[in-house]
């Protein structure tokens, strides 16, 4: 695996000199697509490669991880891959329905406070308040509405798993 990642910075030394993906690829005899693959890898953050690097990730898992933005989020999805032992295939279905989730939250944040709280009770299930805080434009509140514990105990529950 050292070998992979020692390909990947090399990869990037090579492109950082002017080579383009087809002349690296025909020095380090590889693919141009894999070129382009390790070009990106080259790109995340230090800790996030130490990490791959100590679970000893394939290529395969890495281009699925390369495609979240937040080195954070790909640290916790590189973790529970490994906690879980997750096959590519589930791996690639975990990123894209964190995107998904992203893409949708991107789409509530232009809505009215009421129809954020609207959408979030649809998408979640849960009595959701958003109001917006007296005097404070930009600034506002969000409230789980609960009947009893066992409700709450339920709300946690959810909160703890997403």
């Known amino acids: 695996m050292d070998d992979f990642w020692l390909q ?4 990037k030394k090579l492109k950082a000199q002017g080579l383009t993906q087809k002349q690296i690829a025909g020095q380090l005899g590889v693919s141009r697509a894999e070129i382009s693959h390790w070009s990106r890898f080259a790109t995340l953050n230090p800790m996030v490669k130490a990490l791959l690097k100590v679970h000893r990730f394939k290529s395969s898992y890495i281009r699925h991880i390369v495609t979240l933005k937040e080195p954070q989020t790909q ?30 939250l991107v789409n509530i944040i232009d809505k009215s406070y009421h129809d ?14 958003v109001k917006e805080r007296p005097g404070h434009k930009e ?9 009893n514990k ?13």
């Open 8 to 11: 990947v910075e090399e990869c």
């Open 150 to 162: 066992i409700e709450l105990a339920n709300i946690l529950e959810k909160l703890a798993y997403h």
């Open 75 to 104: 640290m916790q999805l590189i973790r529970l891959a490994a906690q879980n032992h997750w096959s590519v295939r589930k791996l690639e279905m975990e990123v894209k329905h964190l995107k998904d989730k992203k893409d949708s």
């Open 139 to 147: 600034e506002g509140l969000v409230a789980i509405v609960f009947k």
């Open 116 to 129: 954020i709280g609207k959408a979030v009770n649809q998408k979640t299930g849960l009595m959701v308040l």
